[in-house]
């Protein structure tokens, strides 16, 4: 039995104006709301990662802990948990799921905390990679619920270098002939090798692989590291839930939706939730300068960058000490710890 509970949100609009039929959003949660209910962190998942992968961003004696926060982990749309192409029924089945943004994923999270755990005031929300664009995005649609951010290897709005590299991840998929346009009878193994084999070269950064950090995960050579991201992605992965989550990632901005109408600094100045910022400095995804400048039009944001060889990856439980020590610090300094 899953450890995960699902909440059953019916035909849910989605802000394409299209229905995400019957949806179901996937959460988790640890420890115990406070009698005065300003206890809650919430940790939205990253691309690759589930309420389970969350575990290793809190714990016994950590910034966030279950013995003093109660901890809600909702599992993106499109991640095999919540309502993903793998796991809905015809006619939004596989490639014919619909485009679900972060304005979607957000909403659906505000049903759970606020319709069905009945929390106004969100204490932190934090997280790594899409989790942390996510982050963002709690913090401009419902400004007057949230008290402090933390994304970290994350963004408010998807830049476009960063759309280039989705593209070509996504091409390596497609380009399987199993593929199929998504209706693949068996899973496109050749494409998800190449999907894993590509990301790899992006996932950490260029001094990682020049002073041979992959040794410390314990791969002898870089062939051996990239044979191990085509495995993952095979073994763990389903091609259509991977571009699923890959089209929110695209269209990600906090600025899309009624409230902004795509002012970008608009909503940025709208965040009214203490803020830290933490890129790694060497990431290719989300380099340290779109925060910068995000820095600079919100009202209470600090930009804190992390110089880490371990790129992206820096914020991956257990590779970089140096850098979970500055976010446990970064934590415990917007809750007041």
């Given amino acids: 039995m899953p450890g ?23 959460y988790r949660c640890y420890g115990r709301l406070s009698p005065a209910r300003d206890n809650l962190v919430v940790l939205p998942t990253f691309y690759t990662g589930t309420d389970t992968r969350n575990e290793g961003f ?27 192409p793998s796991n809905t029924p015809a006619p939004q089945d596989g490639p014919r799921f619909p485009l679900v943004q972060m304005w979607d994923n957000i909403a659906a999270q505000h049903r759970l905390i606020h319709d069905q755990l009945g929390i106004e005031r969100i204490a932190l929300v934090a997280g790594w990679s899409m989790a942390g664009c996510q982050s963002y995005q709690w913090a401009a649609q419902y400004p007057d619920m949230v008290e402090a951010i933390l994304p ?76 191990d991201w085509e495995l993952d992605h095979v073994e763990c992965w389903d091609a259509n839930d991977l ?3 890959l089209a929110t990632w695209q269209a990600g ?24 910022l933490m890129p790694c400095a060497q990431d290719l995804y989300f380099p340290p300068e779109d925060n910068e400048i995000e820095a600079l039009h919100m009202s209470d944001a600090k930009f804190r960058p992390h110089d880490s060889p371990w790129g992206h990856c820096a914020a ?9 020590a500055a976010l446990d610090a970064g934590i415990r300094e917007l809750l007041g710890e």
Wanted: glycine residues 12%; charged residues 20%; contains cysteine.
């Fill in 316 to 324: 991956n439980p257990g590779n970089d000490a140096g850098f979970a």
């Fill in 243 to 245: 571009l699923a989550k």
């Fill in 58 to 84: 809190f714990g016994p004696g950590r910034a966030i802990d279950p013995a003093r926060h109660f901890i809600v982990s909702p599992n993106m749309f499109g991640n095999g948990r919540s309502s993903s």
């Fill in 253 to 276: 901005d906090i600025a899309a939706g009624p409230l902004y109408n795509g002012d970008f600094k608009a909503a940025l100045g709208a965040i009214r939730a203490r803020a830290i």
């Fill in 152 to 227: 970290f290897c994350a963004s408010a709005r998807t830049s476009p270098h960063n759309f280039v590299f989705l593209e070509g991840v996504k091409a390596a998929l497609c380009a399987d002939q199993a593929w199929n346009g998504g209706d693949y009878d068996s899973a496109p193994v050749a494409g998800l090798k190449a999907f894993g084999r590509v990301y790899a070269g992006w996932a950490y950064s260029q001094a990682f692989y020049r002073e041979g950090l992959y040794r410390k995960l314990g791969f002898e050579t870089v062939e051996d590291l990239l044979v």
């Fill in 4 to 26: 995960y509970q699902i909440l059953e949100l019916g035909d849910f609009p989605l802000l394409s104006g299209d229905v995400l039929r019957d949806a179901k959003l996937a």
